[in-house]
């Protein structure tokens, strides 16, 4: 089956760090762009970060510039985001997605959510004290 499964999310103190990963299963993911998008109670889902297959080429979200760093493990068949100097307002689930291409898709900056083919099922992060 093929899937995409989130892990790691859970309660952090402001200021905290979190690591969540997402693992594919059912197919290799080396050959395709890997977005994270976040989606905050009441609030649309928005893109924080993707890494492109071809060249490794990353793109943050500029709320989470500086703070979160994603990356892939391919051996692995894993995309991580690392997530550091947390925020209240990064609580949210956070779902990672690929559409299937080789580069991420950005327009004017932003990461597009439509078209994204594939979905896991999210984790939570919670950033609190």
């Known amino acids: 089956q093929v899937q995409f499964v989130e892990s790691g999310g859970g309660l952090v103190q402001p200021g905290g760090s979190l690591r969540v990963s997402c693992a594919a299963s059912?197919?290799?993911?080396?050959?395709?762009?890997i977005t994270w998008f976040r989606q905050a109670p009441g609030k649309e889902r928005e893109g924080v970060s993707c890494?492109?297959?071809?060249?490794?080429?990353?793109y943050y979200a500029d709320s989470v510039k500086g703070r979160f760093t994603i990356a892939r493990d391919n051996a692995k068949n894993t995309v991580y985001l690392q997530m550091n100097s947390l925020k209240p307002e990064d609580t949210a689930v956070y779902y990672c997605?690929?559409?299937?291409?080789?580069?991420?898709?950005?327009?004017?900056?932003?990461?597009?959510?439509?078209?994204?083919?594939?979905w896991g099922e999210g984790t939570l992060v919670t950033v609190s004290s």
């Open positions: 890494i492109s297959s071809s060249d490794g080429t990353t």
């Open positions: 997605a690929t559409d299937y291409h080789e580069v991420c898709t950005v327009l004017r900056g932003t990461l597009l959510l439509g078209g994204m083919d594939l």
């Open positions: 059912g197919f290799t993911l080396d050959g395709y762009a």
